[in-house]
C-alpha cells in the first residue's frame, strides 16, 4: 500500500508539473479522523482500531515529506495524525472544518509542498470539491474511515484528484 500512495504522489506531482509547466503544484493529502471511541458523544478520543489506524496513516505518509499538518479542533481529528506529526517534528495547526477558505491560506503559505488536513465525514468531501472548483464528491458514510483524497493542484478550481483506501 505504501508503494501505491508513493506511486500516486510521484505520478500526479510529474502530471502535474508536466501539464502546467512553470506552475508550482501544491499536494493536499486530506482523511476523515480515524475510528472514534464511545467515552465522550461530543468529542471522542480513538477507539483502539482508530489508534491503528493512524498508526498505519503514519506508516504510509512517513516518506511522503508533508511540510505541514492541519486538524479540526476535536480529539479524534488531531489524534489521527499525532504520530506522524511526531515523527516530523511538525506542529500540527487548527483549522476550522465549517470554512473550506481556508484552504486559501495554506495554499498560498505551502505552495509547492504537501500538506496533510484531518476532517470528518461531512467535511473532506466538501474540502475535495472545494479544491477541484467542482461538486465531485458527497458526503462519506459514518462507517468509512480509511479514504485518502490526494488533491493535486496549482491553484483552487485547477486540479485532479486519486481517492486510495488505506
Known sequence: ???LLF???FSFCFLGCFAQVNTEVTTFILVRH???ATDDPRDPSLSEEGQLRA???HMLLSSAEVGAI????YKRTRNT???LATELGIDIQEYNPSKNSFADDVLKNYKGKTVLVSGHSN???GLANYLLGEKKFEQLDESVYGKIFIVTLSEIGKGTVVVLNY
Open 81 to 83: 495524525v499525532t504520530p
Open 70 to 73: 492541519y486538524s479540526s479542533p
Open 34 to 36: 480515524a475510528e472514534k
Open 7 to 9: 506511486v500516486a504522489l
Open 1 to 3: 500500500m505504501k508503494k
Open 123 to 125: 467535511t473532506v468531501p
Open 55 to 57: 498508526e498505519k496513516l
